[in-house]
């Protein structure tokens, strides 16, 4: 195999200046230490492409290979053996397509800078549009009356999560509206329920928002994961000035408030109750991270969600690597992660 990378040194050495200089003069001598330190560098980069490839990688980098898809080198094996294993192995086993192989491809590509949020290996339910359908719980409707809250206040409502297994929390949506013209600033966050009360808070929205007309506003979350069959507190605070949240009559004690600056206290604090059900609502993905690859099902779909835009040439080089030697069966999407939705990049049949 021809190396990838190379370097012609005759761009500078056939130039005049070097063709005139005696034998051991200092100008051939320095050329000759800078070619020495080229070549060096250029063999390294050939020697690291070639490492990310199983057809091409050999010693540790093979086995490194081999770690990826939990098939150790066997003791005395020779590299051309076991490359041949590898690749049998890899492209005819579906245990070969592994969360780590998906990170590795997409890393190798885009640095090691590059953050990798996570790796669903449910299959995904995706419109037309290419985003997830999200599940929900809370309340989805405006409700018919209103109450008016003070700067600095917090309020939460509880919901209960019904779902089959864990899920991955995504959004926080509250329908919000100001008093006056004023621009307010909300802050959201998820609280674990204590015996029928708002207890420990278990995170924060990624970001605030600004709002000043009456709408329905969303807060993202990062990292969050949540218990099935348990009940969560879904809590708003807001400075700046006055403002309104809307809801219908709940359960006793289904909504709770208290005077707080943001960001949100850790813990709640003592609440006042109401029998409020707000309009507020959580989006979430079912996950399970149990679920292997090698299921047998008609497609499977493994979406790798990245934290800055791919370029073409880049998507290109992530196909051509491990992503390539999927079971037919497999679907891969690359996507990174908007407020609300996914952009798909690239999907890999």
Not at 81 to 106: C, H, M, W
């Amino acid at each position: 195999m021809s190396p990838r990378y190379n370097f012609d040194f005759k761009i500078l050495s056939g130039r005049n200046p070097f063709l005139r200089s005696s034998p051991g003069s200092k100008l051939l001598k320095l050329m000759g230490v800078i070619k020495g330190v080229l070549q060096t560098v250029v063999t390294a980069v050939n020697n690291a492409y070639d490492a990310r490839f199983i057809s091409s990688a050999s010693g540790e980098d093979l086995d490194n290979h081999g770690i990826t898809l939990d098939l150790p080198r066997n003791s005395g094996e020779l590299d051309d053996d076991y490359r041949n294993r590898l690749l049998t192995e890899f492209q005819d086993i579906p245990v070969g397509l592994t969360v780590q192989s998906i990170k590795n491809a997409i890393d190798q590509v885009m640095g090691l800078g590059t953050e990798i949020d996570e790796y669903y290996k449910s299959i995904w339910e995706w419109p037309e549009s290419d985003s997830p359908v999200y599940s929900v719980f809370g309340k989805t409707t405006i409700g018919a009356s209103y109450r008016l809250m003070q700067t600095n206040e917090k309020v939460g409502c509880k919901f209960n999560l019904s779902s089959d297994v864990n899920v991955d929390l995504r959004l926080i949506t509250a329908y919000l509206e100001p008093v006056g013209t004023n621009k307010l600033t909300a802050h959201c966050a998820i609280y674990e329920d204590s015996a029928g009360a708002p207890g420990a808070k278990i995170a924060d929205a990624d970001h605030t928002v600004t709002f000043e007309e009456a709408n329905w506003y969303n807060f993202a979350f990062t990292d969050v994961q949540l218990d099935t069959g348990k009940g969560y507190w879904l809590v708003i605070n807001i400075t700046g000035g006055s403002w309104y949240y809307y809801y219908d009559s709940g359960i006793t004690n289904q909504a709770a408030m208290n005077s707080d600056t943001p960001p949100p206290d850790d813990p709640f604090g003592t609440p006042t109750y109401l029998d409020h059900s707000i309009s507020i609502y959580a989006s979430y993905h079912v996950f399970d991270w149990e679920r292997p690859f090698n299921l047998t099902t008609s497609r499977h779909y493994a979406s790798a969600i990245v934290d800055t835009e791919p370029t073409e040439n880049e998507l290109d080089q992530i196909e051509q690597n491990v992503i390539q030697k999927k079971p037919a069966s497999r679907i891969i999407r690359i996507v990174k992660e908007e407020v609300g939705y996914y952009e798909l990049y690239r999907e890999i049949r």
